[in-house]
C-alpha cells in the first residue's frame, strides 16, 4: 500500500555510523537474526573505546588531571566494563549488583565510584573495602560510613560529599550547604577512618554554565577544606555529556514539522519531553566547551580553575560513552492496513526500547532491512508495535515513512540505543525470552566477527 499525502512525512535520520552500516550491508544483521531467531542487540565496542580515548584526550589537551567513570547504569553489557578496564577508566556503580559485575570485569576497586542514594550497608561495605570512591548522598549515610570504616578496621573509607545545586533545589539528592558543613566536621572528627577526596554533583539536563558554576563553586569549597586539614583534592562533575543523534537542520526540521496527525491515534508528545536529539557540541566536545567556560564571577576557565587549585576533575558520563556502540534490531511478524498507513507488529516489547516509559519516543528513524534487495521504493508510512497484548505497547507511534513496503520477515533497526534505550527497562514480559547481546568487535575486517555479550547458561 503506497501513500501520498499533502506535506512532508517527518524524518528524523540518523548521523551515519559505518560500523552500524557494515553490519547491515555484510549480511551480518540478517544471519544473526535467523541464527538467534528474536530480537538482538548488537554492541560496537569500538565506538565506545574511541569516544572514551577522545575524552581522555580532551583532558590531556587541556591540560587536565582527570579520570573518567563510565557510568554502568546506561548499559549492562560486559564488554563496555572491559572495555573501559582496559582503556585506562573507572567505573560508575549504584548496587552491589553493579559493583560485583565491574570487579568482576577487571575493574580495579579503586578505580570503582560509588554513587545513589541511601546504599545499603552492604554496598558500603564492599565499597570501603575495596577502596572504592564513596559519593556520600546524606548525613546519615556519611554516619553509616564512619562507623563501617571504624569498626571494619580495614582501611579508610574513602568519600567525596554529593552537593545540591542552587539551580535545582527540588532535587532529592546531594546535601545543602549547611549540611555540607555539617558533613566536613564529622569527617574531621572521624580522623583516619575517613579519607574526604572531595566533592561531587551529578545535575540533570544538559546546560554546561550550571555546571560550570557548581563546579568553580565546590573548587573553592576544596580550598577551604584543606585549610581545616582535610585532603579535598578531586571534584566529579557527574554525567550529563549530551550527544547528537541526528545533525541540526533534521531536528529542527523535525520539530517543526511534526503533527498529531503523524502518529498512530494521534498520540500526541510533549516536544520539550523529548531527549535533544541534536546538541550544538556533543560528548568529548562538549567536555572540552565545558572546560572553556568561565563560570559566573571568574575571569578564568575552569580548566585553569582546576589547575591553579590543584584539583582533579572526575567525570561519570554513561550515554556519551555509548554513542553510536550498538543498535537494536526486531524482526516484522505482522503487517496491517489502517486508514492510510501500516501498524507494524514486531517479534519484541517497546521494554527494549525504553523511551516510551518516560511518556516520550525514541524518534531516530529506525531503518528498514528488506529481505528484497530489489524491493520497490516509495513511500510507505508506519508505525510499530510491539508482540505484547498492551494497546500502549508501541515502539514508535510516529507513522514512519519508509522507502520500501514492509513485508513479514523484513528486520527493522533502531539505531545508536546502547545508551539507556536497549536494556534499563528490560522484562521477560509475556515470558518473552531477553533479546541477546552480540558483541561485534572487528569491524575493521572485511566481514565483521561476532560473540555474545556473556556466556548465557
Ligand atoms: C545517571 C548518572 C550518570 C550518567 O549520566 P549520563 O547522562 O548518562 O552521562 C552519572 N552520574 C550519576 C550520579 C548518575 O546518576
Redesign the pocket.
Do not use: I
Given at each position: 500500500m503506497e501513500v501520498t499525502v499533502a506535506g512532508p512525512w517527518p524524518t528524523l535520520p540518523v548521523l551515519p555510523s559505518p560500523a552500524a552500516h557494515q553490519v547491515v550491508d555484510s549480511g551480518l544483521a540478517a544471519e544473526l537474526a535467523y541464527a538467534l531467531g528474536g530480537p538482538f542487540h548488537f554492541l560496537l565496542p569500538d565506538a565506545f573505546a574511541a569516544n572514551l580515548v577522545a575524552m581522555q584526550d580532551v583532558l590531556t589537551g587541556a591540560g587536565v588531571d582527570g579520570f573518567v567513570y563510565y557510568?554502568k547504569?546506561?548499559n549492562k553489557a560486559a564488554v563496555f566494563v572491559e572495555r573501559a578496564a582496559t582503556g585506562g577508566a573507572g567505573v560508575?556503580v549504584?548496587s552491589t549488583a553493579e559493583l560485583r559485575e565491574a570487579l568482576g570485569h577487571g575493574v580495579r576497586g579503586e578505580h570503582l565510584m560509588v554513587?545513589?542514594p541511601a546504599k545499603d550497608p552492604a554496598l558500603l561495605r564492599l565499597a570501603i573495602t575495596h577502596s572504592a570512591t564513596i559519593?556520600v548522598d546524606a548525613l546519615d549515610e556519611l554516619d553509616r560510613i564512619i562507623s563501617l570504616a571504624l569498626t571494619g578496621r580495614v582501611r579508610p573509607a574513602r568519600v567525596l560529599l554529593r552537593a545540591m545545586s542552587d539551580t535545582q533545589p527540588h532535587s532529592r539528592?546531594g546535601m545543602s550547604d549547611s549540611e555540607l558543613n555539617t558533613a566536613l566536621e564529622r569527617c574531621l572528627r572521624a580522623g583516619d577512618a575517613i579519607r574526604m577526596e572531595g566533592f561531587?554533583f551529578?545535575l540533570s539536563g544538559y546546560a554546561l554554565q550550571p555546571r560550570a558554576d557548581l563546579a568553580a563553586r565546590l573548587i573553592d569549597r576544596c580550598l577551604k577544606a584543606r585549610v581545616m586539614g582535610l585532603e579535598a583534592s578531586r571534584i566529579s562533575i557527574?554525567?550529563?555529556?549530551p550527544i547528537s543523534y541526528a545533525d541540526a537542520r533534521s531536528w529542527h526540521t523535525f520539530l517543526e514539522a511534526h503533527h498529531p496527525a503523524h502518529y498512530h491515534a494521534g498520540k500526541t508528545f510533549r516536544s520539550d519531553g523529548f531527549y535533544p536529539y541534536h546538541s550544538p557540541v556533543a560528548g568529548a566536545d562538549a567536555l572540552a566547551a565545558l572546560l572553556a567556560t568561565r563560570p559566573e564571577g571568574s575571569e578564568s576557565p575552569l580548566s585553569e580553575l582546576l589547575g591553579d587549585a590543584g584539583i582533579e576533575l572526575l567525570l561519570?558520563?554513561?550515554?556519551?560513552l555509548l554513542d553510536r556502540a550498538g543498535a537494536t534490531v526486531f524482526r516484522i511478524q505482522g503487517v496491517k492496513d489502517r486508514d492510510g498507513y501500516q501498524i507494524l507488529t514486531v517479534d519484541g516489547t517497546s521494554l527494549s526500547l525504553s523511551e516510551q516509559w518516560f511518556n516520550s519516543e525514541y524518534l531516530p528513524d529506525p531503518q528498514l532491512i528488506p529481505q528484497e534487495r530489489d524491493a520497490p521504493t516509495g513511500v510507505f508510512p508506519a508505525s510499530i508495535g510491539a508482540a505484547t497484548c498492551l494497546e500502549s505497547d508501541m515502539l514508535t507511534w510516529r507513522k514512519i515513512a519508509f522507502p520500501h513496503p514492509p513485508r513479514i520477515g523484513d528486520l527493522l533497526l533502531y539505531p545508536n540505543t546502547a545508551?539507556?534505550q536497549m536494556d534499563s527497562n528490560e522484562s521477560p514480559f509475556h515470558d518473552l525470552p531477553l533479546p541477546p547481546k552480540v558483541v561485534i568487535d572487528r569491524t575493521d575486517r572485511a566481514r565483521p566477527r561476532w560473540r555474545l555479550d556473556r556466556h548465557f547458561t
Open positions: 557510568a547504569k546506561a560508575d549504584s554513587t545513589g559519593a539528592f561531587s551529578h557527574g554525567g550529563g555529556l561519570e558520563p554513561g550515554r556519551a545508551g539507556y
